[in-house]
């Protein structure tokens, strides 16, 4: 039986590991990568912290399941956005999209 | 429905008229019978308010109308007249009318500026017929917006700062005023806007009347051109065009001394009584400082700016009096100056239109060239250095023997710095009429120019009329104001 | 006792000057003269017929005075319950006496001004300005209140102002006619200071002392308000009248047309002065007489002081306008003389005799002797400038052979203005004279040597243009062209001015003409006899002004005059210069006014308190532009802050 902290050890560094890879990647496609991590620690904290705290509830379990649709629906918008800007700005670079300044 | 709303409606219709209009006949068509039906009303609406006081009718406020417009902030739109909004629809249907035929050929987009214009007018008039604070400060808004665009656009030099300096100035002031009509409308119980009721029920404690005092009264003292927020004045009226100056200077600084008299010192007596010598000091400084300043200046507009400083600080002067004299003498010198003033920047702006400068230094010999125009200065220049028998000595005067009747040695001194302001006035005025108009003919390509045109031989001639008939029989009208500054100094003065 | 047609005085010059201002231009030079001149003749009519009227055939009333007669008082303006500003029409002896001499000069300079400026642009104009003029004085002398006498004060002034600047093409006349305008509006500001005191505590701009007992009770308690306003509307009347140090306008004001300095310059305006001070010469004695006789200080100072200058002039219209100075420096002289009499008990107003009040009298009657022949001498300076065209004394001389009219009627008023008997500038004189001798006898030698170089220099005058060697005869052959006499329309003012000046000087010497039974200081007529000590002693006095003149200039050279010129010539030269006086005025008005107060004003204006509202908006601005740059752009940038901010909220809030 694995103890129920390691699921938050676990949820912990992924998000973590989003997080880092967010802000120092700038591939676009890598940062929706780290996007897609950060949701996944959460759906996994869902989960864990359904099964600590209401081991008789189901509520996690459909918050995680919920959550997985939703960010797969963004995700198919967020590639869409970044094959648009592709198109526009012929990079994938972040850097090279700074028209949202001043 | 008030016959007053009139003044609203017309200015409304006009507008419509001109969006319709298709070709520039037919703009100029509209323009003129709209403003001679504003001329024709304001006449008509002094010769009854006359017969109505004479008829014994001795309300404060004639034709009263009020309607709630906005119930939860007792926001009403009420109008009505004393004397002094009677004289000052007058003046301003006076100058939109000529303004009118002194932009008779201006040139590019002639459509859209007339537009802006008539907004501009509906503005004043609006704010002259209401006396709801809200509806007054609305109106006073709708009055200032034009100028932006009106100098932005066809005005000429540097004319986006000005236009920027002016508006960003005046709306400052418009900040300050909002904050002082909502203190008076709060502390007096949050129940109505109207000026007279809150005036015939004024419980405002005296140490939050001293608070707001100096809001509205720096409000509005910004468009009055009050030391030191008059610097707005040389710039915007020297880039405007010159319909825009004639209106500008000849009604809407009007507005200033209308707003403190009417809202600053009528709804707040107690505080109008204790700081009125701070302001009474920087008004002082103001008519003598505007005088010293033309002395120097060498663009005609920038000189009558500042002559418009030191009249427009007179007024001010005078109302912080707070004697019947003096404050019939600042209105009557709101009226007179208004006209000077309008005068003045017609025959500036024909004159530029021809020599293409108004640099003193470049002119000269022009009345032999443009006889009418510079006869026209002439007139208009001992008008404003208060020549007996036109409109400024009159109300120059009434302001000097009014002021004098405060017996102490403050106002006895402020009154004798001001008096010297009549020799300074002689000084520029003279100064500029023997350099530009007298002498020989400085440039030999003015030899070509021609002298006015009809529409601007009508503007001047009208402008000259008035000032000339309000200066030969002052009697009616300094009687019409005084009836109506009476009541209001019997407020202030408890 | 019908004076109901008086309106007529001022409408009549007033429709004329609305007349030929809108239309004349539209009129040939000769209706517009005749519109002027006809309007003036019939004021004229009018102006005599209400002098006999009121002098003759109405006369004196049961009290034993000339009553004062209001024909109509309308109200002009009301200020306030007590202040009423009337415009009407008042008759007092000094009125009357002043209509005469107005319309009379008045109208002879509307014909002379047909000879004169015929042919000249701007005619019509000239008679506009001309008919505004004469309505403004007019209305000045018959003011019922001090406010109405202000009015028309400042609308003589305008129009002294647009005649000097008749010539407006020339630079020096333009400059003249502001400096006019300029230095009697400063000393109009005292006169308006003046009568804001005087009005708010006496409670009335009525100067008339009769008509108002309670004037004592009012200023009872402000023992120094009366001095001080009465002063001050001197200084009022001291700029109009050319009164040290605000004379200075005066000679540059010969600018003007000709014919406009006599009426304007010599006859009527710069009297107003004193007229001012005559009219309110009962205030004066009751209140102030120390105010009076520093008055008399002023006039003296000046007096000698234009004489001194008029010695050393060179422009015959310069001397004359210096010569004007300072005869008004006599008459003011002569009403500042005077001495407060006895107060009577039952209304506290004092009483005074004739020997009190003497130089009243002399006063009034020097401005009326004045009017005439110093009207003539401009008049005939006129003539001259015509026939040389040339003001400089150089290009005259020996001018008697080519101009004898002209020379005679100068003649005579030359020997009426250096006080020689049986001309009309003695009577008057030796009255001032006695009335000086009266106050003091320091007063009455300095006024008797100011008489003495009047002789001097009036009669230098007239050697230098009438005699000596002439200007045509020695330039003939460089094409100087020959004087001739003036014609007919200028000849005729002069001989009728001249016969004036003749017949008050032998009447008035015989004692058959008194001008005492007309105005006196208190209403009640008295003649006068000569005081032949007095009178004696300033003829021969003005005779040896004369010889010595008649010594120093009447040959064709002048060796005593160069001789002394070059011996003296720090002197000669501040006197030609007047003293630099007008230098003095120079500095303080350019460089004290607008070089020291009026572009520092400006400067702080466009840098300090402009500079201010530009510095608030650059400071919005820069504001603004510091903040700007967070604004990157940059998503991960974003993200940063946004992590960091949430970490460190979180952090917070665990370790609350």
């Keep these: 039986m694995v103890p129920v902290e390691a699921y938050f050890v676990l949820s912990a560094l992924l998000f973590f590991i989003g997080v880092f890879g967010f802000i120092t990647r700038r591939n676009l496609i890598a940062m929706l990568i780290s996007v897609e991590l950060v949701l996944n620690a959460v759906d996994i904290n869902f989960a864990a912290f359904n099964r600590l705290l209401f081991p008789e509830g189901l509520e996690g379990f459909f918050m995680t399941l919920f959550s997985i649709g939703v960010s797969a629906a963004e995700s198919a918008v967020a590639i869409a956005i970044i094959i648009n800007v592709y198109r526009n700005f012929h990079s994938d670079q972040v850097n090279s999209i700074e028209n949202m300044k001043f | 429905m008030s016959i007053l709303s009139l003044f609203v409606v017309i200015p409304v219709l006009i507008l419509l008229g001109l969006w319709i209009a298709r070709n520039l006949n037919q703009v100029r068509g509209v323009m003129v019978a709209g403003s001679s039906c504003l001329l024709a009303l304001s006449v008509w609406l002094t010769v009854a308010f006359i017969q109505a006081r004479q008829s014994g009718n001795t309300d404060p406020m004639l034709f009263t109308y009020s309607v709630a417009w906005f119930k939860p902030l007792n926001i009403a739109y009420a109008v009505g007249v004393d004397g002094i909004s009677v004289v000052m629809l007058l003046l301003s249907s006076i100058i939109v009318f000529t303004g009118t035929f002194a932009s008779w050929q201006l040139k590019p987009l002639t459509k859209e500026y007339f537009l802006w214009f008539t907004l501009l007018s509906t503005g004043v008039f609006g704010f002259f017929i209401c006396i709801d604070m809200f509806t007054m400060f609305m109106f006073y808004e709708v009055a200032l917006i034009p100028m932006y665009l009106l100098i932005g656009v066809w005005g000429s030099g540097n004319k986006e700062y000005a236009a920027m300096k002016l508006t960003l100035m005046l709306m400052g002031g418009s900040a300050l005023l909002i904050l002082g009509i909502l203190g008076i409308y709060f502390f007096n119980g949050a129940t109505t806007m109207n000026v007279m009721e809150i005036a015939a029920n004024n419980h405002i404690p005296a140490d939050i009347q001293n608070v707001f005092f100096p809001f509205i009264f720096i409000g509005f003292g910004v468009l009055g051109a009050l030391f030191p927020f008059h610097t707005w004045s040389p710039d915007g009226h020297a880039s405007a065009p010159t319909a825009v100056s004639m209106l500008h200077a000849g009604v809407l600084m009007k507005l200033g001394g209308y707003g403190c008299f009417r809202v600053a010192m009528f709804l707040l007596p107690s505080a109008a009584q204790e700081l009125s010598w701070i302001f009474l000091i920087l008004t002082t400084i103001s008519v003598v400082y505007g005088a010293f300043s033309a002395c120097v200046q060498t663009d005609l507009k920038y000189i009558n700016a500042y002559s418009s400083v030191s009249h427009c600080g007179l007024v001010l002067f005078a109302l912080l009096m707070m004697t019947k004299t003096a404050c019939t003498g600042a209105i009557l010198q709101m009226l007179s100056h208004g006209l000077m003033t309008a005068l003045f920047f017609a025959l500036i702006g024909m004159i530029y239109g021809r020599t293409h400068t108004r640099d003193v230094r470049k002119l000269g010999g022009l009345m032999k060239i443009m006889p009418f125009l510079s006869v026209g200065y002439v007139i208009a220049g001992l008008a404003n250095l208060g020549l007996p028998g036109f409109s400024g000595f009159v109300a120059e005067m009434t302001i000097f023997v009014g002021s004098f009747e405060n017996g102490d040695t403050f106002h006895r001194a402020a009154t004798i710095i001001a008096c010297t302001s009549i020799v300074i006035t002689a000084v520029y005025i003279l100064r500029v009429v023997g350099k530009i108009l007298y002498q020989k003919v400085a440039d030999p390509h003015y030899l070509e120019l021609t002298d006015a045109t009809w529409d601007e031989r009508v503007a001047v001639c009208c402008l000259i009329f008035c000032v000339a008939g309000l200066g030969l029989a002052p009697l009616w009208v300094s009687n019409v104001i005084g009836d109506a500054v009476g009541p209001i100094l019997n407020v202030i003065n408890f | ?656």
């Design chain 3, 1 to 656: 006792m019908d004076y109901s047609y008086v309106f007529l005085i001022l409408l009549l010059p007033a429709l004329s000057f609305l007349v030929l201002g809108l239309a004349g231009m539209k009129m040939s030079h000769k209706v517009a003269g005749l519109i002027g001149t006809c309007s003036l003749a019939v004021v004229t009519v009018l102006c005599y017929y209400t002098a006999i009227k009121y002098f003759l055939i109405d006369g004196r009333d049961a009290t034993g005075l000339f009553p004062t007669v209001t024909a109509f008082d309308f109200v002009w303006i009301k200020f306030s319950e007590l202040l009423t500003f009337t415009i009407g029409f008042r008759l007092t002896p000094i009125s009357v006496m002043m209509l005469i001499v107005i319309s009379t000069v008045s109208f002879m300079v509307h014909i002379y001004s047909f000879g004169y400026m015929h042919g000249e642009k701007g005619f019509q104009r000239y008679y506009a300005f001309l008919s505004l003029f004469t309505m403004s004085m007019l209305g000045l002398v018959v003011a019922t209140n001090i406010f109405q006498m202000y009015l028309f004060w400042e609308l003589v002034g305008v129009s002294s102002y647009l005649l000097i600047g008749f010539y407006y093409p020339l630079h020096s006349a333009v400059a003249a006619s502001k400096k006019a305008f300029i230095v009697t509006r400063f000393a109009d500001l005292f006169f308006l200071i003046g009568i804001l005191f005087y009005s708010f505590y006496v409670g009335t701009f009525s100067y008339d002392l009769t008509a108002m007992p309670e004037l004592h009770q009012n200023v009872a308690g402000v023992a120094w308000v009366m001095p001080m306003a009465l002063f001050l509307m001197f200084i009022g009347g001291a700029g109009k009248s050319a009164m040290f140090p605000l004379h200075i306008w005066l000679p540059d004001a010969m600018e003007g047309p000709t014919p406009v300095s006599a009426l304007i310059h010599a006859a009527t305006m710069v009297v107003a002065g004193v007229y001012l001070v005559a009219s309110l010469f009962p205030l004066f004695v009751e209140f102030a007489p120390e105010a009076l006789h520093w008055i008399a200080y002023i006039a003296a100072f000046t007096a000698f002081y234009a004489a001194a200058v008029a010695c050393c002039q060179s422009d015959i219209k310069r001397v004359l306008a210096f010569s004007t100075i300072s005869q008004i420096g006599f008459m003011l002289v002569a009403l500042g003389v005077c001495l407060p009499g006895e107060t009577s008990g039952v209304d506290n107003t004092v009483e005074y005799a004739d020997v009190n009040g003497l130089g009243y009298m002399a006063g009034m009657y020097h401005l009326f002797t004045h009017a005439m022949f110093k009207a003539c001498l401009f008049l005939g300076a006129g003539c001259i400038i015509h026939a040389v065209h040339s003001n400089e004394k150089m290009y005259m001389g020996g001018l008697r052979k080519y101009m004898p009219i002209t020379h005679v009627t100068f003649l005579i008023s030359c020997l009426a203005i250096a006080g020689i008997p049986f001309f009309s500038g003695f009577c008057s004189k030796d009255e001032i004279l006695v009335a000086c001798y009266n106050f003091s006898p320091v007063m009455g030698v300095i006024m008797s040597a100011i008489a003495t170089m009047t002789a001097f220099y009036m009669f230098r005058l007239y050697y230098v243009i009438f005699w000596g060697k002439s200007y045509y005869e020695t330039h003939k052959a460089e094409g100087a062209h020959q004087p001739h006499e003036a014609p007919l329309t200028m000849t005729v003012p002069l001989i009728v001015l001249s016969a004036i000046t003749m017949l008050v000087g032998i009447f008035g010497t015989l004692h058959v003409f008194e001008f005492g039974e007309f105005v006196s200081a208190n209403g009640i007529g008295f003649g006068t006899h000569i005081n032949w000590a007095i009178a004696g002693t300033s003829t021969v006095l003005a005779i040896l002004g004369i010889c010595l003149a008649t010594y120093m200039y009447k040959g064709e050279e002048t060796p005593v005059a160069d001789m002394l010129a070059r011996r003296f010539p720090k002197l000669h030269q501040a006197a030609y210069r007047r003293f630099y006086l007008d230098e003095v005025w120079m500095f303080v008005t350019h460089k004290i006014i607008f070089r020291c107060i009026s572009t520092p004003i400006a400067w702080f204006d466009r840098h300090v308190i402009d500079g201010t509202f530009n510095f608030m908006a650059w400071g919005a601005n820069a504001a603004g532009e510091t903040i700007r740059p967070w604004q990157s752009g940059d998503v991960r940038q974003y993200a940063v802050w946004f992590i960091t901010g949430t970490v460190a909220l979180t952090l917070v809030l665990l370790c609350i």
